[in-house]
């Protein structure tokens, strides 16, 4: 369980918010509007109403006892930046603030992030790569060149063994999991024998993988 601090209650931010403190973590949540505070605060840890760009504010909040602070006002840029700053100079652990535009991005780098999101970018080119080989059904990116893919199996592969079939070397993918409709089984042994409909997540080269499945 993390502590965290999500500055800025758009539709990004709330939803970073909710997803954080569903998985358990202390979620402290801040904007300025007072009726959407008011709204929000029974369904996480903490809230506050403030205007974060005022370093009284941030050092009220304690910024020292958060493991994360988020900064996800998409907005107005400006504030972004201040507070991100402000956020570095107090002495936050980890700073992670939203882009919407890679010169953004820059410059919240520049400014103490620690890590910067761009959520539109970060889905065009998750959905750019799904939808460019059919047989891609999820997608998360480690690298530039290396990915986490879930892709359904070869037809002849059924009723054979990893093993047998040499998946690692023959198709350059390691494979992480077999999925069977919501089932998820990690980590399959070299004897494991492939079913009909089995997916498998494998982790590889983003042009090795969508090569691949374009020959399913």
Not at 29 to 45: A, K
Not at 46 to 67: H, M, P, Q, T, Y
Request: proline content about 3%; hydrophobic content about 40%; glycine content about 6%.
């Amino acid at each position: 369980m993390k502590s965290v601090l999500v500055i800025g209650m758009g539709r990004f931010g709330r939803s970073l918010a909710t997803k954080l403190y569903e998985l358990g973590n202390d979620v402290m949540i801040v904007d300025e509007d007072s009726e959407l505070i008011n709204e929000l605060s029974p369904n996480f840890t903490d809230a506050c109403v403030g205007d974060c760009r005022k370093e009284l504010v941030l050092k009220s909040l304690g910024i020292n006892n958060f493991d994360v602070c988020f900064v996800t006002i998409g907005e107005n840029f400006q504030s972004s930046l201040e507070i991100t700053s402000l956020l570095k100079e107090l002495g936050a652990k980890r700073v992670v603030s939203k882009a919407n535009r890679d010169i953004q991005e820059k410059f919240l780098l520049r400014n103490g992030a620690d890590e910067v999101i761009n959520p539109e970018k970060d889905m065009a080119e998750k959905l750019a790569i799904r939808y460019n080989a059919n047989k891609i059904f999820d997608f998360i990116e480690l690298t530039p060149e290396f990915s986490i893919f879930e892709i359904p199996i070869f037809e002849n592969w059924v009723g054979k063994s990893i093993a047998s079939l040499d998946v690692r070397n023959k198709y350059e993918i390691n494979i992480l999991a077999v999925k069977q409709g919501q089932e998820l089984k990690p980590l399959p042994g070299p004897a494991y024998v492939f079913a009909e409909n089995d997916h498998i997540v494998v982790v590889g080269k983003v042009n090795v993988v969508t090569k691949l499945t374009s020959k399913m």
